[in-house]
């Protein structure tokens, strides 16, 4: 019986370690994959962050292989339990748990007595539409309401791939109404109240501005302010040079953007090579979107190594599958002049190592264009998720220390 119990343990020891050099040699395989430019501050540091978070996507895709459960499913479940720390609220700050409209939200409020009302922000996380949570964004949004004595309400909007477009939009845009109609009760000026969010949330951010300037009855004032870190703003292009440049780049590959993108959209992965290489645009729609999205719109610094772009035939059939992701639900970046004019005063945060980066970019070109107040800052050392890591102990990045300063900053002139 010893003898059995003793061979069941080293026969599940054997496949344990199997399993763990499994991991351990795709999520090597998946790492030796990137390429962190030298510009990159603490690459060291950056190249482990990449492998663990590539061990967990390598053991998230063996589990759905297995039919365990889903890759997603999996990543945010370890990540609610690895990365979520749920302190006591910090002196100063009083944070509740409740839904607005039937969407949950976390409200960060300042105690501190304020003789005039006080400004508010929605912040919408980030995550692809598909990863992140209300829980995973609190010390950032703490960290804001505690530096800026602003009333934030971190907004849990669905997610994908189990609620796709509009699922995530409508969600923000009832917390955001909900709000502005009850800003009187946490003592918040409704004509200060902004809109931010990081990467996809910028998306959200964006996206619900320009519905709510054409959908506002006149009952409710208009968001004061947008506040965009790293958007993702278009669909259309995936080879602007930013795509390009950093298309290996952690934390975002130019792959893995396309994959998101397609997630939030309709989940047909089919088409994901055809979006990258661009073969869902047809060439009347390529020909309308160049005065918006053609490198030379750039600003000068950013336009070195610019080759000539690739221009490929369109597919009829991938074009069908994604044109709702052409739509400015999902590429802000393509709305009308008109709609883009009614854009509230916008802060935009760019990193130089991001693949997102032109997409910020030209949305500002565009907004200045049409007389839009924009405040730009680009992290120079900078790469995708930076803010996420401006106080995270050992992995903290003096980038995302910088970049939370500028967006603080911002907030306190609203």
């Given at each position: 019986m010893d003898i059995a119990i003793a061979i069941l343990v080293i026969g599940f020891a054997a496949l344990a370690a199997a399993f763990c050099l499994l991991v351990i040699g795709?999520?090597?395989?998946?790492?030796?994959?990137?390429?962190?430019?030298?510009?990159?501050?603490?690459?060291?540091?950056?190249?482990v962050l990449h492998c663990c978070t590539m061990g967990i996507g390598v053991v998230g895709r063996i589990l759905e292989r297995l039919g365990l459960c889903h890759?997603?499913?999996?990543?945010?479940?370890?990540?609610?339990?690895?990365?979520?720390?749920?302190?006591?609220?910090p002196a100063g700050l009083r944070i509740k748990d409740t839904t607005f409209a039937g969407v949950p939200v976390r409200i960060y409020e300042p105690t501190a007595v304020s003789e005039i009302k006080r400004r508010g922000?929605?912040?919408?996380?980030?995550?692809?539409?598909?990863?992140?949570?209300?829980?995973?964004?609190?010390?950032?949004?703490?960290?804001?309401?505690?530096?800026?004595?602003?009333?934030?309400?971190?907004?849990?909007?669905?997610?994908?791939p189990e609620h796709r477009f509009p699922a995530a939009l409508d969600d923000c845009e009832l917390a955001t109404r909900h709000f502005l109609s009850s800003a009187a009760e946490y003592n918040v000026d409704p004509l200060r109240v902004a809109l931010g969010g990081d990467s996809a949330?910028?998306?959200?951010?964006?996206?619900?501005?320009?519905?709510?300037?054409?959908s506002l009855d006149g009952h409710l004032p208009s968001p004061c302010g947008l506040v965009l870190?790293?958007?993702?703003?278009?669909?259309?292009?995936?080879?602007?040079?930013?795509?390009?440049?950093?298309?290996?780049?952690?934390?975002?590959?130019?792959?893995?953007?396309?994959?998101?993108?397609?997630?939030y959209l309709n989940g047909d992965m089919s088409v994901c090579m055809d979006v990258m290489e661009g073969r869902h645009v047809p060439a009347e729609l390529k020909l309308h979107y160049k005065k918006w999205l053609d490198p030379s719109n750039l600003p000068p610094e950013f336009q070195e190594g610019i080759g000539k772009q690739v221009v490929t035939a369109h597919d009829g059939e991938v074009?069908?599958?994604?044109?709702?992701?052409?739509?400015?639900?999902?590429?802000?970046?393509?709305?009308?002049?008109?709609?883009?004019?009614?854009?509230?005063?916008?802060?935009?945060?760019?990193?130089?190592?991001?693949?997102?980066?032109?997409?910020g970019l030209l949305y500002r070109k565009r907004l200045q264009d049409l007389g839009v107040k924009v405040t730009w800052y680009n992290v120079?050392?900078?790469?995708?998720?930076?803010?996420?890591?401006y106080s995270k102990g050992w992995m903290s990045f003096p980038a995302g220390v910088r970049a939370m300063e500028q967006i603080v900053n911002y907030i306190k002139t609203l």
């Open positions: 795709l999520a090597f395989s998946e790492a030796m994959n990137s390429e962190i430019p030298p510009g990159v501050s603490n690459r060291r540091k950056l190249q890759q997603v499913q999996f990543i945010r479940w370890l990540s609610d339990r690895l990365i979520v720390r749920k302190p006591p609220p922000l929605l912040y919408f996380h980030g995550g692809g539409w598909v990863l992140g949570s209300i829980d995973m964004y609190d010390g950032v949004c703490r960290h804001i309401a505690q530096e800026t004595g602003t009333v934030v309400v971190s907004v849990g909007y669905r997610l994908a949330g910028g998306n959200l951010s964006a996206a619900l501005s320009q519905r709510l300037a054409t870190i790293y958007p993702a703003l278009q669909m259309a292009d995936f080879n602007l040079p930013s795509h390009l440049q950093n298309h290996a780049v952690p934390l975002l590959f130019r792959a893995r953007l396309s994959f998101y993108y397609l997630q074009y069908h599958i994604v044109k709702g992701g052409l739509e400015p639900g999902i590429s802000p970046l393509l709305a009308d002049d008109d709609v883009l004019r009614r854009t509230p005063p916008t802060f935009i945060l760019t990193c130089q190592y991001d693949v997102l980066r032109d997409d120079p050392d900078g790469f995708h998720g930076i803010m996420n890591f």
